[in-house]
């Protein structure tokens, strides 16, 4: 299995050019016969990109400094193995894209790093060659940015996230690429394809393509650069994948995509990168909308986990059928006796900045299958007939299945599908405070659409009246 570890030991105390100054290196671990993994080697790191030891180019040339790798992605074609990955240039400072904040390297918004796709090649899949379209030019796919990228506010990263499956069009194969694009304003889902040649030395048979929606047909990279009109907010190459997109597979007869997303059942009540979705598609530029791959894990992939808490899922299709699930969290080590508890376990060093939040991150494993749904029943109840205007109401809403065992997570209190507020489950049931404006009567509805193994259910409409608060303290006087 291929994975990406960090090299975090002292790397900003290196000079810019030595070993010691490179972020994160691909690895390969593999299982053991006992289904443990082997400790794992190093298969690309800085010494395979020839400039990266020329410490007078890269004082010349510092835009061309690589400074992370990851998210790498391997298909093996006509006894070949072949690697899409991304990597982080003019990135001396080793902030990985991010440009909000310093870490001990020094500043992240100058240099402005960003992501690139770029490709490797290996006969054994252990000794790779990374190619370089010219020197100091590693990119497959990309897009440097512009004096509007690099302004204030730019969320500009490039292509931060791959994922490579092989596919049929017609008589030519192409390697899909599945991408994350940050432009300036919005993360958007990207699909990708570049042409199989197995007479080429790198397997590639011209430019990469992207998907544009917005023209209804493949538009050409030119010598492998991302069209500048794809930064803009409206363009889009992927309509109905919204969520960042982490992995792509065929399972079937069919795609199947993992993505990694919010979770928000109200308005209120959130964490980010704490659930996995999936989409279905028969061609992978057209995909379905997304839908929950729920968890009856607690803290695991089922929106109670702490921010960020699912990392790049992935899934493979054993050949019994068996559809295995890794990502990577921080929560729970079971060897070290550290309990799953919804927080992550290792103290974010405040000098590791904004990529501190990978650190202490492992890989966990898990099995997708099909499962029934536990049927439930939402209850609700005001505490007060009459609310005055603009106050707030409280209401007390609780979930049991039809057994009467109480039903963990969040619920929410919705007035007429405008306003949101929801609490956590205790026991079963959660007090619930909603600001209600405008005097009349207000449909209000207690809603339980969890992300565990249990079914979303409504309770029956209450209508609520709200009344003028200035006439009822008049009236009570």
Sequence with gaps: MYVVTDQITNHCRNPIGSAGRFGDVIALHTRNADGTWSKGNTVIDQSNFSWMSDADFLAQHPESLVGHLASPSVVKLDGRYYMALVGSMD????????HTATNGCGSCADPWSYFVAMWAVSDDGVHWRVRERAPAHP????????????????????????????????FQKYFYIGAQFWSARVLKMAMFRVPYDARSEWGLGGDAELWSWNRSRWVTCDSGRIPDFFDALNEISLLKLSSPLSSILTRRGQYLALTTADYFPGMSFFRRAAVIRYATAQRLNDWSGESPVRSGIRFFADGSGYD????????????????????????????????????????????????GVYVGTGIYEAVIETVTLRPTVTTLRPASVQVPNGSLAHYTVCVHTSDGVAAEGVATVSDSGFHFSDGLLQNGCAEIDLRLNGVGSHMIIGLYNPQNLWQASLSAPLFQTVVDAQRRRSAHH
């Design 139 to 170: 990119l497959l796919i990309g897009r440097p940015p512009d004096s509007v990228d690099r302004g204030v506010g730019s969320l500009y990263k490039g292509v931060t996230r791959v994922s490579m499956l092989v596919a049929d069009e017609g």
């Design 91 to 98: 990135d001396r400072n080793l902030c990985a894209g991010e």
């Design 308 to 355: 960020g808490s699912v990392i790049d899922p992935v899934a493979i299709e054993e050949t019994d059928g068996t559809l295995r699930l890794f990502f990577s969290s921080a929560d729970g080590d079971e060897l070290h006796g550290l309990a799953r508890d919804g927080l992550p376990d290792c103290v974010r060093d405040p000098s590791f900045g904004p990529t």
